[in-house]
């Protein structure tokens, strides 16, 4: 039962332009939302997060939106840069407990 | 340089071997999580240890246990294995016993595991 989805295995952009990836969930109890970005032989590192309290949270070129009506979370990148080509994993959690990850959405972003 | 270090980076072993990936956490971090990356699937949460002690458990298999030691290092045992089970295994650490935000969490790079 995957609890975390990311229908779009893969997204490609060009610089930039916006880069919207989206993640759906089903669990409600989710109440802590995190993206993380994975390069190639590296692990996973953290780039943004939003509190099931709010629906929009904004890092630099980085804004995260969260329907909770819908059980829809979706990254925005403005611009699209060539060093942000990476997987992208959405991931949940319940009370602070374990990360449940989407299965990734592979980003390339061309000149 | 996360500060999580996971050993090895990559193995390969026959079918119903048995193999142990280890993981060092961050210095002071007492959450250790194990995950699971197997090809065209997310990160799947295996099962997390808290200061020694088991705290969570995912869709870890009967054939995997984990434990985390005295000095906080954990490691991950995987026996009778299957071609199935060739995957990318991360730990993580954590200084708290749940993920408060974002970047308490640290991912290692990985270990490449190759079942043939």
């Known amino acids: 039962d995957q609890q975390v989805k990311q229908n779009s295995p893969s997204l490609s952009v060009q610089e930039g332009r916006i880069s919207i990836l989206n993640c759906d969930y089903t669990n409600s109890m989710f109440d802590y939302f995190l993206w993380y970005k994975k390069y190639p032989a590296e692990g996973p590192t953290f780039l943004i997060s939003i509190s099931s309290i709010k629906d929009k949270n904004e890092d630099g070129r980085f804004t995260v939106f969260l329907n909770k009506s819908a059980k829809h979370l979706s990254l925005h990148i403005v611009p699209s840069q060539p060093g942000d080509s990476a997987v992208y994993f959405c991931a949940a959690s319940v009370n602070t407990d374990k990360l449940i990850f989407g299965t990734g959405t592979r980003l390339q972003v061309f000149p | 340089d996360s500060g999580v270090t996971q050993t090895p980076k990559h193995l390969i072993t026959a079918t119903g071997q048995r193999v142990t990936l280890r993981c060092s956490p961050r210095s002071g971090d007492l959450s250790v999580y194990w995950y699971q990356q197997s090809l065209d699937q997310g990160l799947q949460f295996l099962i997390q240890?808290?200061?020694?002690?088991?705290?969570a458990k995912g869709n870890i298999l009967e054939r995997f246990s984990a434990q985390q030691f005295p000095d906080l290092h954990s490691e991950l045992n995987l026996s009778s294995l299957e071609l199935g089970d060739s995957a990318l295994y991360f730990c993580?650490?954590?200084?708290?016993?749940?993920?408060?935000?974002?970047?308490?969490?640290?991912f290692g790079e990985g270990s490449w595991l190759t079942v043939v």
């Open positions: 240890y808290y200061n020694g002690e088991e705290r």
């Open positions: 993580a650490s954590s200084g708290r016993q749940g993920v408060i935000s974002g970047n308490t969490i640290y």
